[in-house]
């Protein structure tokens, strides 16, 4: 194992609003010498604005800003089998992009940062690339992670319910798993990564609670009978899509007792 540690801050920095921040989060921003920002295309480039405009406030003068494209991924529709090496196909590449940044763009006596949007233990690639990374041997990490108010919670507050019901599981899933969890039990179902429009399948008696670029400007909300508005969900997800390039959406699923 080399001696080239570097201390790196992975924040989460809330689902979007810049009110989202936590002090934790602030607190840390304004440690870091160097932000390592990761962009996703022009499409999204309203996200890594957001990002300059909360360093803009919140980091401590002189730090530096490095910005690198995500690398692509396959996401045609597969089998679990085939996502799967694609996604660690992605990972990989994403490692070699990180580990990069770790050796190249910043000094042992350096602290960087990640600012990752939610909260960086729900659904984020970045801890478990930089495990990677570790486990390499190349660069030595000393990881501290700031949680931050996920879309999960956002959503939550923004329709103003609970998320669990009193003696009720509550599922968390990707979509693509959504039949899976959906037939294993009765429990309320978050669903997130949904390209698919997979809500349209679920049966029964449920009302969806939905959401897309929570916390934004751009936020979008529909609650209902699934069967009464999953036809207008559908409309309003085309709608922002076409308008902005990309939609980010995540949403409930709750059986009516």
């Known amino acids: 194992m080399t001696t080239q540690q570097r201390r790196i801050l992975v924040i989460g920095i809330g689902a979007g609003d810049p009110d989202y921040l936590t ?21 999204t480039s309203a996200l890594t604005d957001l990002r300059h405009r909360m360093l803009d406030e919140h980091a401590r003068a002189p730090y530096r800003v490095v910005e690198v494209d995500d690398p692509s991924r396959d996401r045609r529709p597969m089998g679990r089998g085939d996502y799967t090496t694609a996604v ?8 070699d992009i990180f580990e990069g940044l770790l050796r190249d763009e910043m000094t042992a006596d350096e602290t960087a940062a990640f600012l990752v949007w939610g909260d960086p233990s729900l659904y984020d690639s970045t801890l478990g690339i930089l495990a990677a990374i570790e486990a390499r041997g190349s660069v030595s990490v000393d990881v501290e992670v700031i ?8 959503l939550a507050a923004r329709h103003r319910i ?4 009193v003696g009720r599981p509550l599922h968390i ?3 693509r798993r959504l039949s899976d969890v959906g037939r294993n039990d009765d429990g309320d179902i978050v669903v997130l990564l ?11 008696d449920v009302w969806i609670y939905w959401g897309a670029y929570l ?11 699934l069967r009464e508005v999953s036809d207008r969900i559908r409309r309003v997800r085309a709608e922002a899509r076409d308008r902005h390039g990309w939609i980010m959406d995540t949403y409930l699923l709750r059986v009516v007792e």
């Open 194 to 204: 949904d390209a698919h429009e997979s809500f349209t399948q679920a049966g029964g």
């Open 88 to 95: 660690h196909d992605w990972r990989a590449r994403r490692a």
């Open 23 to 43: 002090l934790g989060a602030v607190k840390a921003m304004g440690r870091a010498d160097v932000f390592f920002i990761v962009g996703k295309g022009a499409d």
């Open 162 to 165: 609970p998320l669990n019901r």
């Open 147 to 154: 949680p931050g108010i996920s879309s999960v919670s956002s």
């Open 173 to 175: 899933t990707p979509a």
């Open 215 to 225: 916390g934004t400007p751009d936020e979008l909300l529909v609650a209902g009978p």
